[in-house]
């Protein structure tokens, strides 16, 4: 009953599916790519401040998450892993499917799930914020996030399997939590431990 609920309110939904390589590359040629935030420094372990105005600035940091996003090789980032203190974040990721999703989400607010959706999915999970180090991580496989686009209108995304994931993982950023504040002490200890063995293959920026 609550899926078929879930299933009518498709209208609802922005698509985030079609274009995504014009989309993408065109956030991308106007953005500048930034260096990575990482784990220690403050911006990325506190709740980020709420996007009250929607500009020119706003759509030049999201070309420049985009751009950074890329550089990194990544599927979602969140502004202050560029160091930016504002919820948004931007994402190009694949969901289960194969199917691409390409968007970006202002002050996003993970929606409360029914029991019968909460499906739980184990799987490596890893951040750009912390470099070269994963762990498994169990998250809900389907995901709602509501927000604004970059020009203040009121959006809902959802996604399944890799992409309810990154989802989570993203707006998780923009509250002050990494994956691996999620993880036990062991699993964490193990992961701080690879991110210190490995080398990053994107710019980062060095924690004083």
């Known amino acids: 009953m609550a899926q078929q609920q879930t299933d009518e309110q498709i209208d609802d939904f922005i698509v985030d599916t079609e274009d995504c390589e014009e989309r993408e590359l065109a956030h991308r040629e106007r953005g500048t790519s930034r260096p990575i935030t990482v784990v220690g420094n403050p911006v990325l372990h506190r ?6 105005e929607f500009g020119d ?4 940091l999201i070309d420049d998450m985009f751009a950074s996003q890329r550089t990194a090789e990544g599927v979602g980032l969140a502004a202050n892993q560029i160091g930016v203190d504002l919820k948004v974040f931007v994402y190009d990721c694949m969901d289960d499917e194969g199917v691409r999703h390409v968007g970006h989400v202002v002050n996003p607010v993970l929606e409360d799930l029914p029991a019968e959706l909460r499906v739980l999915d184990e799987a490596n999970e890893g951040c750009l914020s912390v470099p070269t180090a994963y762990a498994e991580l169990a998250r809900p496989d389907y995901a709602v996030v509501r927000g604004q686009d970059l020009a203040g209108n009121p959006i809902r995304v959802r996604g399944t399997g890799y992409f309810a994931r990154c989802l989570q993982h993203e707006t998780d950023h923009l509250y002050g939590r990494l994956y691996i504040d999620r993880l036990s002490k062991r699993d964490r200890k193990d992961a701080l431990r690879q991110m210190e063995e490995g080398t990053p293959r994107y710019p980062v920026v060095a924690n004083d």
Not at 47 to 52: F, R
Not at 57 to 60: A, F, P, T
């Open 47 to 52: 709740e980020c401040k709420d996007v009250t």
């Open 57 to 60: 600035e706003l759509s030049q």
